[in-house]
């Protein structure tokens, strides 16, 4: 069977499936040779079901399946983040804590997936409890990027970016609390949506009033990223913060307002060989006939209060374990949880009253615009096991967090994001390109990145592996 299998779209893949074309069981086993000759060097699926996908493949074949059927990923293999529970399937955390942890029922939109046809194959690799923008642990080790395998696929949805990168399925799931899916996106050179919050059931979750948090996908192209929220997607009254989605409306992107914001104003520091291969991208763009104008919302000093509020997050979830955890846990982890017993009451209010004022702005910025374009990251991929602190541009990064402001300022403010590939250097490596809209605007934020996509015909590399 062609290699070219494995870098078919997913909406491309179903298709064939429905035509007869090829079998889903035809399909589980190709992607079950892909892994089994890529996946021992990138490292990116920790847990695979093969004989689980083999038997949901059977089963798919036996529906009889024609070109009436109507589930969107059908027979398409997809891959799912190490938080997220499969049931029956081991979900780590990427913690030995949890090594021989066995969910005993799927998540809401692992469920969803199912109902769309898709053919869970594994679980992909996660820093600890998705802790920082590295993806390694104690449990699995590091996880490769496949465009060069001696640096850092990035996290905290590094596993699932590196699937799509290299070839080991179409589409992942991932979740993303301050840029998880959309920075290993764009060091692995792929598609990472992280969709509106509430769109997206997260069921199970110990913090579901987390509004910082959520769950999309990662893939090689904008329609198959959406194709799989789409999936993803219902009202689910057990999550405290679940809508009923907006209907998707046309919108003609040549009439668009669109500002483009290469340090969100100053605030963010970017490698500055990011910041020219997303203006020349831009600058492509605007050729095309799109109405770009260089702007900034007032981001405003939210370091801090982004700080207070990650760390009550995972406080509330892990608090409890860590006297008896703390030497097995990651040091960044470790310190997240450590960071809640500096905090008073008054730090806790002026967080909050910060991320209102933060909302605020970007609301009072939506207003003017449409849409913003930003560098999807500030650094290029990284080097496995660096150390910190860094100097980027003259500028010292403490630590990731100083790294992930690009990304986290709109956790903080739950807009919805894409990160796409938009150039590449000149020794391989991909840069990213970040697309927010407004609140619940995730319609016009696709399109968009879909004609970005087209303009720049955009092409997702295959690695070396």
């Known amino acids: 069977m062609s290699d070219d299998l494995h870098f078919l779209g997913a909406s491309e893949l179903s298709s064939q499936i429905r035509s007869r074309t090829i079998s889903c069981e035809e399909v589980v086993r190709a992607f079950l040779q892909r892994l ?4 021992t060097v990138v490292n990116a699926v920790v847990t695979v079901d093969g004989e689980r996908a083999l ?8 529906d009889h399946v024609d070109h009436e059927d109507r589930r969107p990923l059908l027979g398409v293999p997809v891959t799912v983040k190490d938080l997220t529970p499969v049931a029956g399937t081991r979900t780590t955390m990427g913690s030995t ?15 969803g997936l199912r109902q769309a046809g898709a053919i869970i194959m594994g679980k992909t690799n996660t820093p600890e409890f998705g802790c920082k923008p590295r993806t390694d642990n104690r449990l699995f080790g590091a996880t490769r990027n496949p465009h060069n395998t001696s640096l850092s696929s990035g996290g905290s949805s590094g596993g699932a970016a590196a699937a799509v990168a290299a070839g080991l ?9 301050a840029g998880s899916i959309r920075q290993p996106a ?3 050179g792929v598609v990472g949506y992280k969709p509106s919050q509430g769109r997206v059931p997260r069921v199970p979750n110990p913090t579901p009033w987390n509004s910082m948090a959520v769950n999309g996908s990662l893939a090689r192209t904008v329609g198959d990223a959406a194709v799989m929220v789409e999936a993803m997607t219902r009202f ?7 809508v009923v989605a907006r209907p998707a409306t046309a919108r003609d992107c040549t009439a668009l307002r669109i500002a483009w914001s290469p340090d969100l104003g100053g605030v963010a520091t970017i490698d500055p060989r990011v910041v020219e291969g997303c203006r020349g991208a831009v600058g492509r763009l605007a050729d095309a006939g799109l109405n770009i104008e260089e702007a900034s919302p007032d981001i405003g000093a939210i370091r801090e209060p982004f700080l207070a509020l990650n760390a009550l997050t995972r406080y509330a979830a892990l608090g409890e374990k860590l006297s008896a955890w703390r030497d097995d846990l990651d040091p960044i982890l470790v310190s997240r949880l450590d960071h809640v017993r500096g905090l008073s009451a008054r730090d806790i209010a002026t967080a909050e009253a910060a991320r209102a004022a933060h909302h605020a702005a970007l609301t009072r910025f939506f207003d003017m615009y449409d849409i913003l374009l930003t560098p999807a990251t500030a650094l290029l991929p990284q080097p496995l096991g660096q150390e910190w602190p860094i100097t980027v541009a003259g500028r010292t990064y403490r630590d990731q967090l100083d790294e992930l402001l690009v990304s986290y300022a709109f956790n903080l403010s739950s807009l919805p994001a894409v990160s796409l590939p938009c150039t590449w250097t000149t020794d391989g490596l991909p840069i990213g390109l970040q697309v927010v809209a407004p609140w619940h605007e995730d319609a016009c934020l696709l399109a968009f990145a879909a004609r970005i996509e087209e303009i720049l015909m955009l092409e997702v590399r295959r690695p070396c592996p």
């Open 97 to 111: 804590r949890l090594a021989n942890n066995v969910a005993s029922s799927d998540g809401a939109l692992v469920s």
């Open 169 to 177: 399925g179409p589409v992942a799931e991932g979740s993303d609390l």
């Open 186 to 188: 764009a060091w692995c």
């Open 55 to 62: 038997d949901q493949a059977r089963s798919l074949d036996g």
């Open 36 to 39: 089994d000759a890529v996946n």
């Open 236 to 242: 689910e009254p057990k999550d405290p913060l679940s």
